[in-house]
């Protein structure tokens, strides 16, 4: 669900706090979020989504199972290693998003657990890409795991939803543009729970990004966004402009209750680069951290083709 970055100098000396625009999905001013979200995917690309309507018991569950799941010993994670669906557990220093720049061999010190849409074995669909059925763990090893994923699933299909209404409208598009059963009715909708090992099982070396060693290396997102949730463990950085030498990189503070958004190369291109997929990464402190990514795309059969309200003569298609 992400690509790599170029390879590239870095400043990390002295990250700041980056300053993100909060979009509320209860905001009856529907011209000020459309406002709000236009301005900040033409400046970065991330921005806060609050009042969604997640309950927040809901959330802190995900989280508590979450742990749960990453607690359990590693031959049991095992058991549940992911599959050619992308589908299940994936270890620790299981990826390198950052090749270029993860120097030495070292891989990103995270594992995680992916979670799709649900396809039988034996529907015509499961023989596409991304489709099929989950993994799911033993239900009296965790009881309640699969039914509290499976709800937050269509819960965070829900506001992705949402959110992509209004990235239509700030694109001067149609507000149920993304809405048919091609686009997001019936999409590619990817749950990814996340485990950023602490100093401690890391050997201490995950706070010397420097030496190309990090929670998650430099990558944008290949799809159309993606919803972050976090714990209260600062980490995930962003670089707004990818060309600079060299990157200057920020960090985006956790917000209670908030979802983390951001866009990815697929809406970029779609929007002929108007709009922004950013590089980030996580850097960790020694501290572990959990974090929930929600990775949207639509379906298989749509088109993906520089939109109209996108190009004009001095900006054809690229």
């Known amino acids: 669900m ?20 909060r979009i509320s999905l209860s905001e009856p001013d529907i011209d000020k979020s459309v406002s709000l979200l236009k301005q900040a995917c033409l400046d970065s690309g991330f921005f806060y ?5 997640i309950d927040k018991k809901l959330m802190e569950e995900v989280f ?14 095992m058991k549940l290693l992911r599959n050619k669906k992308s589908r299940g557990y994936t270890p620790t220093l299981d990826e390198t998003l950052d090749p270029d720049n993860q120097i030495s061999g070292n891989c990103d010190y995270k594992e995680g657990y992916y979670i799709g849409v649900e396809v039988s074995e034996d529907d015509p669909q499961a023989e596409k890409p991304f489709y099929g059925p989950n993994l799911w763990p033993p239900a009296d090893l965790l009881p309640g795991w699969r039914e509290t994923m ?28 993304f809405d048919s059963p ?24 995950i706070t010397n990004p420097e030496k190309g060693i990090f929670g998650a290396g430099a990558h944008s997102d290949y799809g159309l966004l993606t919803l972050l949730a976090t714990d209260d463990v600062i980490g995930l950085q962003i670089c707004k402009d990818k060309d600079a030498r060299p990157q200057v990189w920020e960090y985006v503070e956790p917000l209670s209750g908030a979802f983390i958004v951001n866009l990815g190369d697929m809406l970029e291109r779609w929007s002929n680069g108007i709009f922004r ?42």
């Open 64 to 77: 508590a199972q979450s742990k749960f799941f990453f607690d359990l010993p590693l031959d049991e994670k």
């Open 49 to 53: 989504v609050v009042d969604h309507g």
């Open 150 to 177: 499976e709800i937050y699933h269509k819960e965070a299909l829900r506001v992705a939803q949402a959110v992509a209404r209004i990235i239509a409208r700030a694109l001067d598009l149609d507000a149920d543009f």
């Open 277 to 318: 997929s950013t590089l980030h990464r996580v850097i960790l402190d020694g501290r572990e951290r959990y974090s929930i990514a929600y990775f949207v795309e639509p379906s298989h059969e749509c088109l993906v083709e520089c939109l109209t309200t996108c190009k004009s003569e001095t900006n054809p298609p690229k």
């Open 2 to 21: 992400a690509k790599r970055s170029p390879e590239a100098a870095t400043d990390t000396s002295a990250a700041k706090i980056t300053s993100l625009n």
């Open 182 to 205: 091609v686009m997001l009715g019936e999409p590619i909708a990817t749950l990814r729970l996340l485990h950023y090992e602490g100093a401690k099982q890391a050997i201490g070396k």
